[in-house]
T-cell receptor, first 113, second 115 residues
């Protein structure tokens, strides 16, 4: 069975703090993709990153970084020096084997000024 | 380039009423999806269409029907709305397999309330 777990329901941090959002996935497939999407208060879903199962290199994009570890089936997302505009719900998703994309339940991040 | 367009943005129904949510994409994508978003439950797949002419059930298909009208359009129908179908509905399409666009592109969502 395929599953994505985001155990952190809600996180609050003060602006400029670093924060890590956890994502743990389950799949028996050897080829799969992992994603992060952001949903700001306006409600739209914004793509952040895609990572395939053969690429365990960490990625950094500005203040955002992603740590992919197949050994622990995790794909964690870190925001460095958080800003109020980072306040959103963040979803981790898994795509493997079929046309289906499986989403986690999301983590609501509140960045306080 | 509009991407994925959903209509309507908001809708209020009475229990038992029917309605169709419309979705169209202009990116020539083969695969299209309908998700619902409920508090604490994330995004759950209702139906998807891998290609024109095919549709398949997702995780929560009961109470819904879909039509893949053509490559561009994928509609979601509630035949007899129930309060449990109060939710935010998202349509999405999937970019070409194997390329950097192999990801879901989402519409802006439909907020549906069933009273």
């Amino acid at each position: 069975a395929q599953k994505v777990t985001q155990a952190q329901t809600e996180i609050s941090v003060v602006e400029k703090e670093d924060v890590t959002l956890d994502c743990v996935y389950e799949t028996r497939d050897t080829t799969y993709y992992l994603f992060w999407y952001k949903q700001p208060p306006s409600g739209e879903l914004v793509f952040l990153i895609r990572r395939n199962s053969f690429d365990e290199q960490n990625e950094i994009s500005g203040r955002y970084s992603w740590n992919f570890q197949k050994s622990t089936s995790s794909f964690n997302f870190t925001i460095t020096a958080s800003q109020v505009v980072d306040s959103a719900v963040y979803f981790c998703a898994l795509h493997s084997g079929t046309y289906k994309y499986i989403f986690g339940t999301g983590t609501r991040l509140k960045v306080l000024a | 380039n509009a991407g994925v367009t959903q209509t309507p943005k908001f809708q209020v129904l009475k229990t038992g009423q029917s309605m169709t949510l419309q979705c169209a994409q202009d990116m020539n994508h083969n695969s299209m999806y309908w998700y619902r978003q409920d508090p604490g439950m994330g995004l759950r797949l209702i139906y998807y269409s891998a290609s024109e002419g095919t549709t398949d059930k997702g995780e929560v298909p009961n109470g819904y029907n879909v039509s893949r009208l053509n490559k561009r359009e994928f509609s979601l129908r509630l035949e007899s709305a129930a309060p449990s179908q109060t939710s935010v509905y998202f349509c999405a399409s999937k970019g070409e397999s194997g390329g950097s666009n192999e990801k879901l592109f989402f519409g802006s969502g439909t907020q549906l309330s069933v009273l």
